[in-house]
């Protein structure tokens, strides 16, 4: 996740250490009778997202999540692979785009497989609005992609 929401690979792997330094200082703070990883998460979101506002930038990766299970078919073919690789990189130039809090949504919901109830408690915001976040994420990312790349098809 930290690497998805950073734009390079060192600031993930620095960040990440922090996040786990951080989770273990505050350990004594973790209620027990939650889930661990919903904590964790929310720790790292919000170093995250305090990395986001010193660099006021954010880059995401391969999105090819959103391109709705072509992925198996496409390793054998390699015309497959090198357009959904194109995709992918044109799918990532529009993620850029998104506000943050879709953004982040759409990267729990999609990359990390959360659930809604765990969008929501990370986010700090209801269910329903966890779901409105990731429905406008994918909404707006699908009208920035049409408006830029109206010549590709995701199908």
């Not at 989770?23 to 305090?50: G, Q, S, V």
């Not at 409105?132 to 098809?153: A, D, Q, T, W």
Request: overall charge positive.
């Amino acid at each position: 996740m930290v690497l998805k929401l950073t734009d390079k690979r060192e600031d993930a792997e620095d960040l990440a250490q922090e996040i786990f330094i951080r989770a273990f200082e505050t350990l004594d703070r973790f209620d027990i009778r939650k889930r661990f990883f919903p904590w964790l998460y929310t720790i790292a979101l919000n170093m995250i997202r305090n990395h986001h506002r010193k660099r006021k930038r954010l880059l995401m990766r391969n999105f090819e999540t959103l391109l709705g299970g072509r992925r198996t078919a496409e390793v054998r073919n390699p015309e497959h692979m090198v357009q959904s690789k194109q995709v992918s990189q044109i799918l990532d130039r529009c993620i850029r785009k998104l506000p943050l809090p879709q953004k982040e949504a759409v990267v729990l919901r999609y990359y990390q497989e959360l659930t809604f109830e765990e969008i929501a408690e990370i986010q700090k915001i209801k269910i329903s609005a966890a779901k409105m976040r990731v429905y406008r994420g994918l909404k707006h990312l699908s009208r920035i992609f049409h408006e830029n790349h109206s010549n590709i098809s995701l199908k």
